[in-house]
């Protein structure tokens, strides 16, 4: 509160000082972790960044669909990919398209885009979540260690039925 | 401390101009400080309309929290969006800022004894901000903007929605400016002598973010409003790049503020020491270099971005904001502890803790608002901004839970308990319902943590924030959530009523204090009246000099160092369990 006056540029305690480095050695511990689990750790949200449309997203989920549909669930095309395929999934109000039938361990490239606002991808109860911006093709190589029945939730309000956003994974032994 | 009557240092001899202006100066009986009656009206008409935009937030805030307690389940789907939206804004936005205004014009004129070089502007700008919030909420209440807080496009709201977004950041801008003009006018005309007061100097900082942060809102809401209008394109991505530059950001005016108040407050309280200036300022001056950057980690898991991108700006610069939080954590809490210690309370390790006057609630507000900011949220916070530890928490309950314990328990707590002694010192009314005011923070405080941590827990399990309907009766795929949720529900509901409840005492006392109180005489120092902090009926000493001092610096701050020991303890394991939990979720890269 009271302006200091004279030399104030005084040299620290020694209990200060011990803190701040402290403080200093941890910061520099948080910020090694994220580049080591990049090396060594398998959850990171790199991914293969890439720019769309939401013309020319649709247009490859259609095909998408068209090649591997096996089914409807719910009203909704049900498909099945090969293990190492390529597969896609439009957010759109409110719905999530297809619906998804994964081997377990096995891994795919996953595509994420909006064909309308913004969206957020969060699978229940695994507990991933990311970011759906239109015009933005997100691929993430995923691979399912569990099987079962998974839950697509949005997580990023797009209006007002976001409550009613919801798709489904299923992952099979 | 008394009434006093003590001659004026004379201010810059010679100058008519200044010698008219300080004739009109009110002198404080408790801090002999120099108050100008301009600034003080400034500073009233900040704080009552902040103390208005809490109403509007914490009335929506009760609808929401009977909202996401399922069992409860009280608002429509489009009144929870709208009353989300409304909550967010008038929290966030119009309460915080609004009170910051009155912040600046305390840290600028009231410290340092200066004169308020154009009070004219400062009206201009309040009219502006106030415009700016009316336009908001109006535009909100009409149901023309449920675009939340974040209004991402391309969910469009209507353009007087944006429009009203610039005019209130335009008139926090010409405060800002205003509060540099004045710490320079006051320096040239020697108001002050020596370094600037380290509160004024955190100040300082807070009013240099809010600059780089209204700069950020000046760039992404005029082409937004623009492009309501249908006049240009926007990308998403880069909205939200820029949008988070403003909407993280002012959180971190926020810190600074509270920050300084906490300094403040441990001064009128117990005579807090600062143990030394330069790391106290150096920890600030990390906050101006590198807090801005930490917006980035809301992009961790966005397609816009790359790794080494998102690795660079929420960690490396990032941290170093930490370490100025860390060093603030332990220099404030280090110079109560001093400051204690000075007055003779030395048994032990504790006894300084003990012994400190936790019946005020001035001093309880800043001690609670230091540990839930602290161990709450800064851990928390820390954590899931971490690249990858994102992917388990992005838009879950966990950001809620994060930031209620950030801008809430610790920043809105903080105002809350300076406001106890803006009370007596600028509006020089006696605080009433003193009694309440005593109990105000505990509530409060205990409340917002039982509510955060219950989110916190919410998120962990896969919970999505902002979301209307927890049994999913409507949605396409049969869908149940995890049982333990609904027990969560109902803690962040008891959690967040006991809160709310304690925001509507502190908006009773404040308002019928300001309306109702009664006005300070010099007797009622001198007895020791009701409704008076006691820092206000006997200022400590704000300047230890001596060989006691030397003696005090010696013998160290040993209670703090165990404090800060198991702050660091809880921190690593919080950290490193998150690891954990992330390395059993499905492979993803």
């Known amino acids: ?158 209006g007002i039925l976001h409550h009613n956003m919801v798709g489904k994974v299923i992952v099979e032994e | 401390m008394t009434a006093t009557t003590s001659n004026e240092p004379t201010a810059a001899s010679g100058a008519s101009l200044i010698e008219r202006v300080t004739s009109k100066f009110r002198r404080c009986p408790v801090t002999n400080l120099k108050v100008d009656p301009q600034a003080e009206m400034l500073i009233k008409v900040n704080a009552v309309v902040a103390v208005v935009c809490l109403l509007i937030g914490v009335i929506a805030a009760i609808g929401l929290v009977l909202t996401r307690w399922q069992l409860v389940h009280f608002l429509t789907a489009p009144m929870y969006y709208r009353f989300l939206t409304l909550h967010g804004l008038n929290m966030l936005i119009f309460f915080i800022i609004f009170f910051e205004m009155a912040v600046l014009y305390f840290a600028s004129t009231l410290l340092l004894s200066a004169r308020l070089p154009a009070a004219k502007l400062g009206w201009l700008a309040f009219g502006l901000m106030m415009i700016g919030m009316l336009l908001v909420n109006t535009m909100v209440f009409m149901g023309k903007a449920d675009v939340l807080f974040t209004s991402y496009p391309p969910l469009k709201a209507h353009p007087i929605y944006y429009l009203g977004v610039i005019l209130f950041a335009v008139g926090a801008l010409i405060v800002s400016g205003m509060f540099f003009a004045t710490i320079i006018i006051a320096k040239k005309e020697k108001a002050y002598e020596g370094g600037l007061p380290l509160v004024t100097f955190g100040a300082l900082t807070a009013a240099i973010i809010a600059v780089i942060t209204l700069v950020h809102g000046a760039i ?109 954590g332990f220099t404030v809490p280090a110079g109560v502890e001093m400051g204690m210690r000075l007055r003779g309370h030395t048994q032990g390790l504790f006894g300084w803790l003990r012994r400190a006057p936790w019946g005020d609630p ?14 709450f949220g800064g851990v928390t916070g820390v954590t899931i901004g971490t690249e990858q530890i994102n992917i388990i928490a992005h838009n879950t309950m966990r950001i809620p839970g994060h930031f209620h314990t950030t801008v809430v328990g610790g920043t809105a707590l903080a105002f809350f308990a300076v406001t106890y002694y803006l009370l007596p010192l600028v509006f020089q009314k006696r605080v009433r319902f003193w009694t309440l005011a005593k109990i105000q923070p505990w509530m409060f405080g205990i409340g917002i943590v039982i509510m955060a941590v219950s989110m916190i827990l919410m998120g962990i399990f896969g919970a999505p924030r902002r979301h209307w309907d927890s049994s999913f009766a409507t949605s396409p795929f049969p869908m149940e959530m995890h049982p333990m949720l609904e027990v969560f529900q109902a803690t962040m509901g008891i959690g967040g009523l006991i809160a709310a409840t304690a925001v509507l005492i502190f908006i009773l006392i404040a308002v019928s204090t300001v309306f109702f109180g009664k006005r300070i005489t010099p007797e009622d120092l001198v007895n020791g009246a009701s409704g008076l902090p006691q820092g206000v009926l006997k200022l400590p000493a704000q300047q230890h000099k001596g060989p006691e001092v030397a003696e005090a610096h010696k013998n160290g701050v040993r209670g703090t160092m165990v404090l800060v020991g198991i702050f660091f303890v809880v921190f690593a394991l919080y950290y490193f369990t998150n690891w954990k939990l992330l390395s059993m979720a499905w492979k993803v890269g």
């Open chain 1, 1 to 158: 509160m009271v302006a200091p006056t004279g030399n104030w540029w005084l040299p620290a305690s020694l209990q200060e000082k011990k803190w701040v480095t402290l403080s200093f050695v941890w910061c520099m511990i948080l910020f090694a972790m994220m580049p080591l689990w990049h090396f060594r750790g398998g959850q990171n949200p790199s991914g293969i960044r890439g720019k769309t449309t939401p013309a020319a997203f649709r247009a490859r989920v259609d095909r998408f669909i068209k090649e591997y549909q096996v089914g409807t669930d719910h009203g909704y095309p049900l498909v099945a990919p090969p293990p190492g395929a390529d597969i896609y999934l439009q957010a759109q109000m409110w719905s999530w398209t297809p619906v998804l039938k994964l081997k377990k361990n096995a891994s795919y490239t996953l595509h994420l885009s909006s064909v309308d606002v913004n969206h957020g991808f969060s699978l229940y109860p695994v507990n991933l979540n990311f970011q759906v911006v239109p015009g933005y093709d997100y691929g993430l190589r995923i691979t399912p260690n569990i099987a079962g029945e998974f839950n697509i939730i949005c997580n990023e309000f797009c």
């Open chain 2, 220 to 328: 992404v809401y005029i082409p937004t409003f623009l492009w309501s209008l249908g006049l240009m394109e926007i990308d998403p991505q880069v909205f939200r790049m820029l949008f988070w530059g403003l909407g993280h950001s002012t959180q971190q005016i926020n810190v600074a503020a509270m920050v300084a108040i906490w300094y403040l407050l441990a001064g009128l309280t117990v005579g807090g020491v600062v143990m030394n200036e330069k790391i106290s300022r150096t920890a600030f001056f990390l906050y101006i270099l590198f807090i801005s950057m930490a917006s980035a980690h809301h992009l961790l898991v966005d397609p816009g971005m790359g790794a080494a991108w998102k690795v660079w700006n929420t960690s490396y610069a990032m941290y170093l904001a930490v370490l100025a939080s860390m060093i603030h």
């Open chain 2, 362 to 375: 001035g001093f309880s507000g800043m001690w609670l608002s230091l540990v839930i900011f602290g161990f």
